[in-house]
């Protein structure tokens, strides 16, 4: 996909899950790694602020890392992507196999206005060229009162040099483009987006690696990320940051 930006075309990489295949899973020398060491620590927070037998859709659910974990804590899920590789892997993974994966587009949800009690966009507004529209179609499929939980990152030199430029010189096969700086999202851009959509923010955390944990630094000298690399919820949006809204 490409976005221009002034006189200037930028190209956004999201073909490169298409060749992950297991190594979703199990590579230690991808940035997939750090989305696995992040989902271990979002998603037992997410579980366990939803309550019991939600009606969940993951937006941009990948290899369901956090898709079957939801459904294997008792909920009844949906997961879309466009990578129909990744899907395949998610549908080996479900251990329940109860969830329904389906092949969409985030800007054209097929499914009816107010379905789910729950949304979840994490790690995708940073992957695609409006968020706006998939923030607009996660709220029209949410019912009222229903919770829309997110990740992404803030757009700021600080950002740029961790989660791009960082990635790129320390972690080995890193994708060419896989984050594109004028796709990250100021804080107050994103809430402006969720408040015209009649999306409450409710809780707003940063979310970062711990940059002083021995894991961290073990991946700056082994070029390896180590399984356990810490990642933490934080008072500071300046880099990654999560949380989640209610429709009113």
């Given at each position: 996909m490409e976005k221009q930006t002034g006189?200037?075309?930028?190209?956004?990489?999201?073909?490169?899950?298409?060749?992950?295949?297991?190594?979703?899973?199990?590579?230690?020398?991808?940035p997939i790694a750090l989305l696995r060491a992040e989902n271990a620590v979002r998603v037992p927070w997410i579980i366990g602020q939803i309550g019991e037998g939600k009606?969940?859709?993951?937006?941009?659910?990948?290899?369901?890392?956090?898709?079957?974990?939801?459904?294997?804590?008792?909920?009844?899920?949906?997961g879309i992507d466009l990578s129909e590789k990744s899907l395949e892997v998610a549908k080996k993974r479900d251990t329940t196999h109860?969830?329904?994966?389906?092949?969409a587009n985030a800007y054209s949800l097929p499914y009816p206005d107010g379905m789910f009690d729950v949304v979840c966009a994490m790690d995708v507004l940073e992957h695609v060229e409006e968020p706006s529209l998939v923030i607009s179609e996660a709220a029209r499929v949410?019912?009222?009162?229903?919770?829309?939980f997110f990740h992404t990152f803030n757009r700021n030199l600080l950002s740029y040099l961790l989660v791009i430029k960082g990635v790129e010189w320390f972690v080995p096969n890193a994708p060419k483009n896989m984050h594109v700086y004028p796709l990250f999202i100021k804080p107050e851009e994103?809430?402006?987006?969720?408040?015209?959509?009649?999306?409450?923010?409710?809780?707003?955390?940063?979310?970062?690696?711990?940059?002083?944990?021995?894991?961290?630094?073990?991946?700056l000298f082994t070029r390896k990320i180590p399984p356990n690399m810490p990642f933490t919820?934080?008072?500071?949006?300046?880099t990654g940051y999560c949380g989640c809204a209610k429709k009113i």
């Open positions: 006189s200037q075309t930028i190209n956004i990489n999201n073909d490169f899950y298409d060749d992950l295949e297991e190594r979703w899973y199990t590579a230690c020398d991808h009606e969940v859709l993951d937006i941009g659910c990948g290899a369901g890392i956090l898709t079957n974990a939801l459904a294997q804590a008792g909920h009844t899920v949906h109860s969830v329904r994966y389906t092949l949410l019912k009222k009162g229903g919770l829309f994103f809430e402006e987006m969720c408040t015209e959509r009649n999306l409450q923010i409710v809780n707003l955390q940063g979310f970062a690696p711990n940059l002083f944990a021995k894991p961290f630094w073990t991946l919820f934080s008072k500071s949006l300046k």
